[in-house]
């Protein structure tokens, strides 16, 4: 029922910014959690930040905490990921995502969400 897609993604020198956003279509409700995943090469899907859209609680992964941050525009039904100070580590694929529970508990947990987008590559060069 929800559609979402990123955008923002790009190559950026390491200490450098980028700003995904996450625009969502079709039917959304206000108890959703959204949430940014990131995966690289070779590597597990892994979560990164997380809001729940009414209550606008915030949930961080500790690779990221200081140097991210989630926020959303209701009006806009949009998510905003914005990344300082990025780290080649932080290279991956970012993936946009909701859960139409909002269920906290899952809130960090890829298998907790019902929809994704398409995804947004993010490179950090050294």
């Known amino acids: 029922q929800v559609q979402l897609v990123e955008s923002g993604g790009g190559l950026v020198q390491a200490g450098g910014s980028l700003r995904l956003s996450c625009a969502a279509s079709?039917?959304?409700?206000?108890?959703?959690?959204m949430g940014w995943f990131r995966q690289a090469p070779g590597k597990e899907r892994e979560f990164v930040a997380a809001?729940?859209?009414?209550?606008?609680?915030?949930y961080y992964a500790d690779s990221v905490k200081g140097r991210f941050t989630i926020s959303r525009d209701n009006a806009k039904n949009t998510v905003y990921l914005q990344m300082n100070s990025l780290k080649p580590e932080d290279t991956a694929v970012y993936y946009c995502?909701?859960?139409?529970?909002?269920?906290?508990?899952?809130?960090?947990?890829?298998?907790?969400?019902?929809?994704w987008g398409q995804g947004t590559q993010v490179t950090v060069s050294s």
């Open positions: 809001i729940h859209w009414s209550r606008g609680s915030t």
């Open positions: 995502a909701a859960d139409r529970y909002g269920n906290p508990a899952l809130a960090t947990f890829s298998s907790g969400y019902d929809y």
């Open positions: 079709g039917r959304t409700f206000s108890t959703y959690t």
